[in-house]
T-cell receptor, first 110, second 114 residues
Framework: GQQVMQIPQYQHVQEGEDFTTYCNSS?????IQWYKQRPGGHPVFLIQ?????EVKKQKRLTFQFGEAKKNSSLHITATQTTDVGTYFC??????????FGTGTRLTIIP | DVKVTQSSRYLVKRTGEKVFLECVQD?????MFWYRQDPGLGLRLIYF???????EKGDIPEGYSVSREKKERFSLILESASTNQTSMYLC?????????????FGPGTRLLVL
């Protein structure tokens, strides 16, 4: 079936360090979405990438979509305690539903 | 703002009980989804629905059924709860056919089956 792999599963960083999570699909995606789930909360939409090679920024967050539309990354510059949570990518294969990655849980060491 | 509500935040049930989880959205979304979330496994799709009375199996439908009699409401049913169905259950909804099927999630129901 269609799967989206996400690594790493956990990441512990010192406050102020950078953080990156990666997603890969075995087949071409229609688009990819990123969600953030705070501890005790529910996933909240961050962004959608549609075009091959697309790069989008939200303040300290940079999202990239690969040229082949099979991989994506989320990079956070200079992490802050408010960045704590689990980040999920979700691949859209063009069938009205999303396939979520397993998530990367980010913890910040003050 | 889109609002997705779920009937309970926490539920404790016994093995063999029939369990109903309710989800309601107020934005006239066509698509609705039920996921379960388990540590290390991410969000796994149980069932989804494109429209009233329409349903399709997701990746892990075994032991579950769903009902969508009204557009705003999507119910997940555990016919005979088992301990391996202890999990966090998340409902979501999205607009259809826009090319930007952002999903909006409810707060989740944490189910414990004893």
């Amino acid at each position: 079936g269609q799967q989206v792999m996400q690594i790493p599963q956990y990441q512990h960083v010192q406050e102020g360090e950078d953080f990156t999570t990666y997603c890969n699909s075995s087949t071409t995606l229609s688009n990819i979405q990123w969600y953030k789930q705070r501890p005790g909360g529910h996933p909240v939409f961050l962004i959608q990438l549609v075009k091959s090679g697309e790069v989008k920024k939200q303040k300290r967050l940079t999202f990239q979509f690969g040229e082949a539309k099979k991989n994506s990354s989320l990079h956070i510059t200079a992490t802050q305690t408010t960045d704590v949570g689990t980040y999920f990518c979700a691949g859209d294969f063009g069938n009205e539903k999303l396939t979520f990655g397993t998530g990367t849980r980010l913890t910040i060491i003050p | 703002d889109v609002k997705v509500t779920q009937s309970s935040r926490y539920l404790v049930k016994r093995t063999g009980e029939k369990v109903f989880l309710e989800c309601v959205q107020d934005m006239d979304h066509e698509n609705m989804f039920w996921y379960r979330q388990d540590p290390g496994l991410g969000l796994r799709l149980i069932y989804f629905s494109y429209d009233v009375k329409m349903k399709e199996k997701g990746d892990i439908p075994e032991g579950y059924s769903v009902s969508r009699e009204k557009k705003e409401r999507f119910s997940l049913i555990l016919e005979s709860a088992s301990t391996n169905q202890t999990s966090m259950y998340l409902c979501a909804s999205s607009l259809a056919g826009t090319g930007e099927e952002t999903q909006y999630f409810g707060p989740g129901t944490r189910l414990l089956v004893l």
